[in-house]
């Protein structure tokens, strides 16, 4: 392997801009390569209809096909049949932290929420604008460097929510909790990344820039039977009884965003389904963790029970190496391993896109650095 030292001479940026990259960042993040040249295709032209993906009626029988065609591909994967049902919203997961709440929970009602990171506290937030929110256990102590176990959930709770990949904090959920309430969980970054008994779930949301596409769109899959039993009036657009009447078009989507969704799926199928995710990522995230475990510089950061095989997080040794290791990674390819600015550190995304040659790579960026410039 050969490392560009800095990218100042012209011979280096030859090098450097010849040299393949590898995308950690954790979204919008990597998407398969045949996934971007079929995108960039349909752009061009869908499907030989003389016209681009970009520029058809959300209404017409071709994009009516590909919703319908990516809703059947969703419930292939999981399995799930009515009463669930497959939306394709927009608002990011962000939205889905007002609209869960908004259909499903009554002022005088209580939410259970496992706290577990950033992102578990931003729905919680928004939940307590409509009812009575309970924290049943929260890693807030340590920050959140692992997943409470000994918890109770009150049976009386409208719902128990759960994020179970938090992105931020490098930590996963890897056993789903039981509750004998309706199970809602933000998927965001671990969606379709292992095999799960979706079963288990009442509602499930995920923003696809992570695992399944391109920002602008936000997998919901909701048992409908859980809807229609709040004593408030939910407006039309939040109502997601108006999105399962109308297919997910019961306003213009990004047709887009959902096109690139359906490629995703599709790929996922093809390369094997979740059981080939499962095992690929288990395989990239144990080689990353290895690797970390064994340096003097580098310290992963989550509890080895709870580490998450999405977004893998370290911290170094020698803080005063930080900008420096950043910029040697850029140089050699390995863009995007700076940790969100709420905490610092270094975090590696190994979505379902990432190949096994890319960790190998940043693996071996990470012991040169350590070797030659720690
Ligand atoms: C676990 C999780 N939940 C929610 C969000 C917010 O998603 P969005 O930006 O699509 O609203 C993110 C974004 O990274 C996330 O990782």
């Known amino acids: 392997m050969r490392f560009a030292a800095s990218p100042t001479s012209p011979a280096d940026l030859f090098s450097f801009a010849a040299m393949k990259k590898f995308n950690f960042y954790s979204g919008p993040a990597i998407l398969p390569a045949e996934v971007l040249q079929q995108a960039a295709q349909a752009v061009q032209e869908l ?3 003389g016209l681009s993906l970009i520029e058809i009626s959300h209404r017409s029988k071709e994009f009516t096909a590909i919703v319908e065609e990516s809703i059947d591909l969703v419930r292939e994967l999981t399995g799930l049949k009515a009463p669930y049902q497959v939306l394709w919203l927009q608002g990011g997961a962000t939205m889905q932290f007002l609209q869960v709440p908004y259909n499903l929970l009554n002022r005088t ?22 009812g009575h929110v309970q924290v049943v256990a929260s890693s807030a102590d340590r920050n959140f460097t692992y997943v409470p176990k000994d918890y109770a959930v009150p049976d009386d709770a409208a719902y128990f929510h759960i994020t179970t990949n938090e992105t931020i904090h490098g930590v996963q ?4 909790p039981e509750a004998s309430v309706p199970l809602i969980a933000d998927m965001s970054s671990d969606i379709f990344s292992r095999q799960l008994d979706w079963s288990r779930f009442a509602l499930i949301y995920a923003g696809a820039q992570k695992n399944i596409g ?17 004593d408030h009036p939910i407006p039309t657009m939040m109502d997601y009884r108006n999105h399962i009447k109308d297919n997910s078009l ?50 992963p950061v989550a509890e080895p029970d709870d580490r998450s095989l999405m977004n893998v997080c370290w911290v170094l040794t020698r803080p005063d190496r930080e900008e420096a290791l950043v910029r040697f990674a850029a140089e050699n390819g390995c863009i995007g391993i700076k940790g969100h600015r709420s905490v610092g550190g270094f975090r590696a995304s190994l979505y379902n896109a990432m190949p096994e040659e890319g960790v190998r790579h940043l693996i071996d960026v990470l012991r040169h650095f350590e070797q030659h410039h720690a």
């Open 214 to 230: 391109p920002s602008g769109a936000t997998l919901v899959i909701v048992n409908e039977e859980l809807l229609g039993h709040v």
């Open 47 to 49: 499907d030989n209809l």
């Open 109 to 130: 009602a209580t939410a259970a929420f496992l706290e577990t990171g950033s992102w578990s506290r931003k729905a919680i937030k928004e939940a307590r604008l409509f």
């Open 173 to 176: 959920v890897h056993e789903i």
């Open 250 to 299: 019961h306003n213009t989507p990004s047709t887009f965003a959902i096109y690139v969704c359906l490629l995703t799926l599709r790929w996922i199928r093809q390369q094997g389904g979740l059981a080939e995710m499962e095992k690929r990522n288990h395989r990239k995230a144990a080689m990353l963790y290895a690797a970390l475990e064994a340096s003097e510089l580098y310290r």
